[in-house]
């Protein structure tokens, strides 16, 4: 399973890592991958943590279970980094992605000594620049996809484009500001 890319989400009720990891799991099938995704929760309510999974490999994927050692996690809620242990199985060479408006300085002290990359994107300033309101989880999806590589910016935004047709078929004006979060992150992203 080496060439398994596995991602782990954490965020809150209503804030998007579910639709997050299931978009992720759609555009990397779309451009031909294997992929997993899933979340993990009970009876969650609005602003409840909850855990979100992808596997995404160029070879079909034969276990079905959740992910332990894994190589990337996307933090949607920062506040979680204080009441959940978001680097649990983080391997070193791997990457967490946190919502934050903090600096590295403030940020690093509660990651439990985790020594790897830690990516900082600040998804309020962009979803509120590009859609004039809080939604966290496309700033977040376009960072995991720049940080890990797993596709280019631009099948991913080709991709997006589409799946964004079908999601908000009722709602196009939507459209253009989830691009727009979606590009401006591919820039923040370094």
């Known amino acids: 399973m080496s060439n398994v890319l596995e991602i782990r989400w954490h965020g809150r009720g209503g804030q998007g890592a579910k639709t997050a990891s299931l978009l992720l799991a759609d555009v990397a099938f779309n451009t031909?991958?294997?992929?997993?995704?899933?979340?993990?929760?009970?009876?969650?309510?609005?602003?409840?943590?909850i855990t979100a999974y992808n596997r995404i490999s160029d070879s079909p994927i034969r276990v079905h279970s959740n992910i332990y050692d894994l190589q990337y996690v996307v933090v949607?809620?920062?506040?979680?980094?204080?009441?959940?242990?978001?680097?649990?199985?983080?391997?070193?060479d791997g990457a967490i992605i946190i919502n934050t408006?903090?600096?590295?300085?403030?940020?690093?002290?509660?990651?439990?000594?985790?020594?790897?990359?830690?990516?900082l994107i600040d998804a309020r300033k962009i979803s509120m620049e590009a859609l004039g309101k809080y939604f966290p989880n496309s700033p977040m999806l376009a960072a995991i996809v720049k940080v890990t590589g797993v596709m280019s910016d631009e099948d991913f935004l080709e991709e997006m484009r589409g799946s964004y047709k079908h999601k908000f078929a009722s709602k196009p004006e939507v459209i253009e500001g989830n691009m727009k979060a979606l590009e401006l992150a591919l820039k923040e992203v370094q």
């Open 76 to 92: 949607v809620d920062e506040t979680l980094i204080e009441s959940v242990d978001v680097t649990k199985g983080l391997k070193k």
């Open 32 to 49: 031909g991958k294997y992929v997993q995704g899933f979340p993990e929760y009970g009876p969650e309510r609005m602003g409840a943590p």
């Open 101 to 119: 408006a903090k600096s590295i300085d403030e940020i690093r002290p509660h990651l439990k000594g985790y020594e790897g990359r830690v990516v």
